[in-house]
T-cell receptor, first 109, second 118 residues
Framework: GQNIDQPTEMTATEGAIVQINCTYQTSGFNGLFWYQQHAGEAPTFLSYNVLDGLEEKGRFSSFLSRSKGYSYLLLKELQMKDSASYLC??????????WGAGTKLIIKP | GAVVSQHPSWVICKSGTSVKIECRSL??????MFWYRQFPKQSLMLMAT?????????EQGVEKDKFLINHASLTLSTLTVTSAHPEDSSFYIC??????????????FGPGTRLTVT
């Protein structure tokens, strides 16, 4: 079956760096997405990786290794507003998004 | 660009009644729209995928007669929850995808509709 694994919850300190991991097993691969979702709101797009390597976008970076079925989202200079759930999603061979359960990130002052 | 709206943002209805939720892509043409349901503290669950002018494809376990989806134009899809029951109370989110651009199939999400059935 298809499976996306990411930690349920993480805690980090304001101003620090945090890495959220995501491992996947899917039938085919057409890219990996990271979304941010604040409580009670819809997800917002953060990043898309389809080739191996690191994509940097401001304070957020996303890494992909297709051979290992692994990605991470790196958040630098954490701010209180970064407290949210971070969803990893993989697009399979049918161009269908398979969603992870999300990682709740708690930022402490 | 790539804004998706949903209406209403929240709705309370009585058990047995029907509720229609609209999803619109405001500044682009959406070849495909997706309907998700999200229960508290859970991830998104895809309910159905719809392409303009054709019948929606429902995920396993989703009752097509209960959750009616219409995708009449490239900018509008509607989800009607028929004969709603309290267990249908959830956060319903739509997303829209435009034609494949540079190999990327990004989905743009609407703000969601919170449905409470009493």
């Amino acid at each position: 079956g298809q499976n996306i694994d990411q930690p349920t919850e993480m805690t980090a300190t304001e101003g620090a760096i945090v890495q959220i991991n995501c491992t996947y097993q899917t039938s085919g691969f057409n890219g990996l997405f990271w979304y941010q979702q604040h409580a009670g709101e819809a997800p917002t797009f953060l990043s898309y990786n389809v080739l191996d390597g690191l994509e940097e976008k401001g304070r957020f970076s996303s890494f992909l290794s297709r051979s290992k079925g692994y990605s991470y989202l790196l958040l630098k200079e954490l701010q209180m507003k970064d407290s949210a759930s971070y969803l990893c999603a993989v697009m399979d061979s049918n161009y269908q998004l398979i969603w992870g359960a999300g990682t709740k990130l708690i930022i402490k002052p | 660009g790539a804004v998706v709206s949903q209406h209403p943002s929240w709705v309370i209805c009585k058990s047995g009644t029907s509720v229609k939720i609209e999803c619109r892509s405001l500044d682009f043409q959406a070849t495909t729209m997706f309907w998700y349901r999200q229960f508290p503290k859970q991830s998104l669950m895809l309910m159905a995928t719809s392409n303009e002018g054709s019948k929606a494809t429902y995920e396993q376990g989703v009752e097509k007669d209960k959750f009616l989806i219409n995708h009449a134009s490239l900018t509008l899809s509607t989800l009607t929850v028929t004969s709603a029951h309290p267990e249908d109370s959830s956060f319903y989110i739509c997303s829209a995808s435009r034609s494949r651009v540079a190999g990327m199939w990004e989905q743009y999400f609407g703000p969601g509709t919170r449905l409470t059935v009493t």
